[in-house]
């Protein structure tokens, strides 16, 4: 089991009411938490509820139109273009469809090791390091050979799981990683996550409105609902005693 983060240890990350528009839309409003070293975060919502918006502040795609984000005191949405790039390794991202996260025209190897090229490596070194994640995820390192449609789709999965892991990152943000699977392939790659969050010790926030998927990654949880906080804390007394009448609806609609 990974060691949970001592109350001590000062945050990986921390939101301060985070605020974000499109067009003079709000989409998120006065968003904040913190996440230490090796803790997990999940953000419940349903559609529309400023998960993703959430997730592009989070990994510094967008600026947040108030409020601010700071990781390990830093502010990355002030950062130079180039101390952004020297950063990004530390952040990664799996997205939602394996199927359109892989370009079909690379060899998955190049595709994996791609997040590479910001870091200092030789090729033997990449090379290493591209075995190495594809076996952290289940995958023969020959795999590496193939092209994109040679995989299912839980294996395109597991493909940007090892791309994420690449860079050794501190924190993974996973947005809706399973929505796009069968049920069967879905609980392999639940199981995954949960496995390499406990061996390497990552963050993570998990972007879902898979409540089950929360409950067996997330030490907090977050509910979201037209981009506002209904609800935050640990996940066991968010799902397992809910204060508010729209958490106690999504967890009716799962039973």
Request: proline share 6%.
């Amino acid at each position: 089991m990974r060691a949970l983060p001592r109350d001590d240890e000062p945050p990986l990350l921390t939101a301060q009411a985070l605020g974000q528009a499109y067009r003079g839309r709000s989409v998120l409003r006065e968003v904040s938490f913190q996440l230490r070293a090796g803790e997990s975060l999940g953000v419940i919502g349903e559609s529309g509820a400023g998960k993703s918006t959430l997730a592009r502040l989070i990994m510094a795609l967008e600026r947040p139109a108030v409020g601010e984000l700071r990781w390990s005191g830093i502010c990355p949405h002030t950062l130079s273009a180039r101390a952004l790039r020297q950063w990004r390794p530390q952040v990664q991202m799996v997205f939602q469809d394996p199927y359109g996260s892989l370009d079909p025209r690379w060899r998955v190897g190049r595709s994996v090791i791609e997040p590479l090229r910001a870091l200092s490596m030789t090729d033997a070194q990449r090379q290493q390091r591209l075995n190495e994640v594809l076996t952290a995820v289940g995958l023969e390192p020959d795999a590496a050979l193939r092209f994109p449609h040679q995989f299912s789709g839980g294996q395109r999965q597991r493909l940007a799981i090892a791309r994420a892991l690449s860079t050794r990152p501190r924190l993974i943000v996973a947005d809706e990683p399973l929505s796009a699977l069968d049920v069967s392939v879905q609980a392999q790659i639940l199981s995954l996550l949960r496995d390499l969050q406990q061996r390497e010790g990552i963050s993570l926030v998990l972007v879902s409105h898979d409540l089950a998927a929360v409950e067996v990654l997330c030490d907090q949880a977050l509910v979201l609902r037209e981009g506002a906080v209904l609800e935050q804390g640990a996940t066991a007394q968010v799902l397992g005693d809910p204060h508010h009448p729209y958490t106690r609806s999504l967890l009716a609609a799962l039973a």
